[in-house]
């Protein structure tokens, strides 16, 4: 049911949201259905609302006009931004139900969940192991492809993981960062 009958006036008859105008309507109603029409030229995707394909065109020019009031930083999004000033703020609004745990990005809540679920949607086809995380796979899959794509500049040697090449880096550096307290 609208909010705010009066201003208004555009209401979806599928979920009832309200609209001002009858192109914020129109745009929403591409939600119910599916429907991309904004593509993007440089690459393949698609968009709901033209917003969306221009946020998206920043990520191949790389503008970033959105800027943080606190440090250097600049983003594609306000979004973005918004989501970037939580560190600065320190606001966490996304709360775990099941351990009281709190999170400035819904994402990381999402992934959080999975804990208490125990779900692991992301499964290797060729050992069975599953993972929370689409790039947690991607990483376990180059043990059986054996492929080591972080190349030591030192000595040539290889990693399959920037950090296990950030470890063997303190090799050359001599930089030893634990020291036993006994």
Same mark, same amino acid.
């Given at each position: ?49 033209? &917003? ?37 703020? &320190? ?92």
């Amino acid at each position: 049911m609208c909010k705010f009958t009066v201003t208004r006036p555009f209401k979806c008859t599928q979920c009832g949201k309200c609209f001002k105008q009858s192109a914020g309507l129109c745009s929403h109603l591409k939600t119910h259905n599916g429907q991309k029409p904004f593509n993007c030229t440089q690459c393949d995707k698609c968009f709901r609302t033209a &917003g969306n394909l221009n946020t998206h065109v920043r990520s191949h020019s790389g503008q970033k006009p959105f800027k943080c009031t606190q440090c250097d930083k600049s983003f594609s999004s306000v979004g973005n931004l918004n989501t970037h000033l939580r560190k600065h703020s &320190g606001e966490k609004p996304f709360k775990c139900t099941q351990c009281d745990r709190c999170f400035s990005q819904s994402g990381s809540l999402k992934y959080h969940m999975m804990i208490h679920s125990g779900e692991k949607p992301f499964r290797c086809t060729q050992c069975d192991k599953s993972f929370r995380r689409s790039g947690h796979l991607n990483t376990h899959l180059r043990i059986h492809s054996g492929v080591k794509p972080f190349k030591c500049t030192q000595c040539d040697k290889n990693f399959r993981t920037v950090g296990n090449l950030n470890t063997h880096m303190r090799i050359h550096s001599g930089v030893k960062p634990f020291r036993c307290s006994q």
